[in-house]
T-cell receptor, first 111, second 117 residues
Framework: AQKVTQAQTEISVVEKEDVTLDCVYETRDTTYYLFWYKQPPSGELVFLIRRNSFDEQNEISGRYSWNFQKSTSSFNFTITASQVVDSAVYFCALSEYKLVFGAGTILRVKS | DAGVIQSPRHEVTEMGQEVTLRCKPISGHNSLFWYRQTMMRGLELLIYFNNNVPIDDSGMPEDRFSAKMPNASFSTLKIQPSEPRDSAVYFC???????????????FGEGSRLTVL
């Protein structure tokens, strides 16, 4: 069965700090996809990134970076130089044949 | 381009009433998902359609919940009779998938906030 664990329920940082959101997953499949979504206070769910299980290259997009390690079944998300606008709930998700979300991490960035 | 369209955005009803939530997926997408979000349970997948066929409805809470997808451009989620514990935000999402494996990015609607008094 597929499962996603986001152990950090809530993180508070001060603006310009770096912050890493942890994600650990469980799956029996060798082919799967991992995702991160952002849910700002307005409530919509915004896609951030998708990785397939055969691509372990880390990815950087502006202030966002993702570290995928199959050996530890982790797909962590780092925000560099955080900003107040980064305040949101962040969800990690795993797809074998359906997308299952973790519980989410609330990120509060204070000015 | 229009995204996933859900209606109503907000619904307040009394216990025992029937509630119907509607979703129009993105044109060309062949997979449709209904999720429910609550503080206690987070984002739960209720049901997943591929090419209008229900593939997995194991997340549907009980017989009071039913979902249909009569064609590629429309889906409904019905609750009858509604109960206060059904209060939640219901999201519809669509994507394009090859076969029944969901590999694509899900595009979410803005959600329908349901309050059952």
């Amino acid at each position: 069965a597929q499962k996603v664990t986001q152990a950090q329920t809530e993180i508070s940082v001060v603006e310009k700090e770096d912050v890493t959101l942890d994600c650990v997953y469980e799956t029996r499949d060798t082919t799967y996809y991992l995702f991160w979504y952002k849910q700002p206070p307005s409530g919509e769910l915004v896609f951030l990134i998708r990785r397939n299980s055969f691509d372990e290259q880390n990815e950087i997009s502006g202030r966002y970076s993702w570290n995928f390690q199959k050996s530890t079944s982790s797909f962590n998300f780092t925000i560099t130089a955080s900003q107040v606008v980064d305040s949101a709930v962040y969800f990690c998700a795993l797809s074998e044949y359906k997308l299952v979300f973790g519980a989410g991490t609330i990120l509060r960035v204070k000015s | 381009d229009a995204g996933v369209i859900q209606s109503p955005r907000h619904e307040v009803t009394e216990m025992g009433q029937e509630v119907t939530l509607r979703c129009k997926p993105i044109s060309g997408h062949n997979s449709l998902f209904w999720y429910r979000q609550t503080m206690m349970r987070g984002l739960e997948l209720l049901i997943y359609f591929n090419n209008n066929v229900p593939i997995d409805d194991s997340g549907m809470p009980e017989d009071r919940f039913s979902a249909k997808m009569p064609n590629a451009s429309f889906s409904t989620l019905k609750i009858q009779p509604s109960e206060p514990r059904d209060s939640a935000v219901y999201f519809c999402a669509s994507s394009f998938s090859s076969g029944t494996t969901n590999t694509g990015e899900l595009f979410f609607g803005e959600g329908s906030r349901l309050t059952v008094l």
